[in-house]
């Protein structure tokens, strides 16, 4: 067990609709990531906060956004779906400084879009 | 730009050791991951060495940094079929807000 939440584990909805992908980091981490998994991109970069401000921003659709909470959890809300945003949605935290800046993941969140 | 580079399959008998390797770009590169994913599953950390270090030991895993060539390995010692799973070699870079530039992921099959 990382220390990393992330709910729902699954989820299915339809094409046009909007979802919320919830993450609750590690105790005392400051950092989130949101990353995705398909088949056809691997593993990619999404965005980071940080304390709640957006500290990077990597292949993140405009069509997607985020946002950290005071009590440090993340959602990430995907908007107009389309079929090929379905994947695997991971959630990562660590401690800024931290030795070795480790970078712990949940367990995911699955999206399927049909 | 950066870019992670992985042979998609191996294949050990039980009890053998696996090598599993990793090729990257960036040079500024400051830490190296490896992380494990079993099926259905999240990823797991299994180990990382910092860019200044040439080998990491942990317990059965043994990490060798080769700088120069951009090579990154992992040996898994005793390999046993809970070792079944994809392994991902991951690079942060320095200055990039410590995001992860992900490997396509080696499939490790254990064979009986």
């Known amino acids: 067990d990382s220390g990393v939440t992330q709910t729902p584990k699954h989820l299915i909805t339809a094409t046009g609709q909007r979802v919320t992908l919830r993450c609750s980091p590690r105790?005392?981490?400051?950092?989130v990531y949101w990353y995705q998994q398909s088949l056809d991109q691997g593993l990619q970069f999404l965005i980071q906060y940080y304390n709640g401000e957006e500290r990077a921003k990597g292949n993140i659709l405009e069509r997607f956004s985020a946002q950290q909470f005071p009590d440090l959890h993340s959602e990430l809300n995907l908007s107009s779906l389309e079929l090929g945003d379905s994947a695997l949605y991971f959630c990562a935290s660590n401690t800024e400084g931290q030795a070795g800046n480790t970078i712990y993941f949940g367990e995911g969140s699955w999206l399927t879009v049909v | 730009g950066e870019d992670v580079e992985q042979s998609l399959f191996l294949s050990v008998r039980e009890g053998d050791s696996s090598v599993i390797n990793c090729t990257y770009t960036d040079s500024s590169s400051t830490y190296l991951y490896w992380y494990k994913q079993e099926p259905g599953a999240g990823l797991q950390l299994l180990t990382y060495?910092?860019?200044?270090?040439d080998m990491k030991q942990d317990q059965r895993l043994t990490v060798l940094l080769n700088k120069k060539d951009k090579h990154l390995s992992l040996r898994i010692a005793d390999t046993q079929t809970g070792d079944s799973a994809i392994y991902f070699c991951a690079e942060s870079i320095a200055g990039s807000a410590r995001q992860l530039t992900f490997g396509s992921g080696t499939q490790l099959t254990v064979l009986p």
């Open positions: 105790s005392g981490d400051l950092s």
């Open positions: 060495i910092f860019s200044n270090m």
